[in-house]
Each structure stands twice: as C-alpha cells, then as structure tokens.
Nanobody, 128 residues
Framework: QVHLVQSGGGSVQAGGSLTLSCVASQGTYNTNYMGWFRQAPGKEREGVAAISIRDRRTSYADSVKGRFTISQDSAKNTVYLRMNSLKPEDTAMYSC?????????????????????WGQGTQVTVSS
C-alpha cells in the first residue's frame, strides 16, 4: 500500500495562497488516482479535489472551483494542491489520499470511500 507524506500548509490571510504537497513513497504508479480532502472542526470530511494519475482528469468541489488546482509530478511521485484566493471558510485540516492499486477512476472521486491510504494531515488556517 502506498505511503503518503504531506508538506505545506500554515497560516495565511484571506486572499492569500498556499501550496500543499503529497509524496507517494512507493511511487504514484501504485495508484490510479489521488485526492485532497479537508475537515473543519465540527464538520464532516469533504473532498476538495481529485486527479487521475493516468490521464490527469480532475474533479473539484464547487466551493473551490476556480481557486484551487490539483496537479501531479510523476517524476517526483508528488501530487500538489495549489490554493489561491483563500477564504476563512477554507480553514481546515487537509489530507491527501490515494486509491487502492488497480482501482479505476471512481464514479465519485470526491467521496472518501474510494480511498485506502491517507496522509498525516496538515493544518491550513485563513484569517480574515
């Protein structure tokens, strides 16, 4: 199973930008898709963005469309989440995730069910 290690995150003022990174220690070739999720205090975990490692198709939550960009660098076994125009409501613990080896792009790539490996989480705090 792929092991995920995150970096990035931190505190920023509203309107600012941050980039999160997620390295797949055994290579992104061990999964067909990866995603970013977030969970704010008292709220359920929600899918933010997902990407197909094979054909680079992407999926975004409506709340982040046009502001967040998910991308991958297969040579570095890394998936990124670039977050622009951050809002206070983006404040949450962000986690990357990977699908099981051999699974195809899911019907609901922003749901948690298709993912089997999770990063350690990193806090993003946006102040107004």
């Amino acid at each position: 199973q792929v092991h995920l290690v995150q970096s990035g995150g931190g505190s920023v003022q509203a309107g600012g930008s941050l980039t999160l990174s997620c390295v797949a220690s055994q290579g992104t070739y061990n999964t067909n898709y990866m995603g970013w999720f977030r969970q704010a205090p008292g709220k359920e975990r929600e899918g933010v963005a997902a990407i197909s490692i094979r054909d680079r198709r992407t999926s975004y939550a409506d709340s982040v469309k046009g502001r967040f960009t998910i991308s991958q660098d297969s040579a570095k076994n890394t998936v990124y989440l670039r977050m622009n125009s951050l809002k206070p409501e983006d404040t949450a613990m962000y986690s990357c995730a990977a699908g099981p080896m051999g699974w195809s792009w899911p019907l609901m790539p922003l749901g948690t069910a298709p993912y089997s490996a999770w990063g350690q989480g990193t806090q993003v705090t946006v102040s107004s």
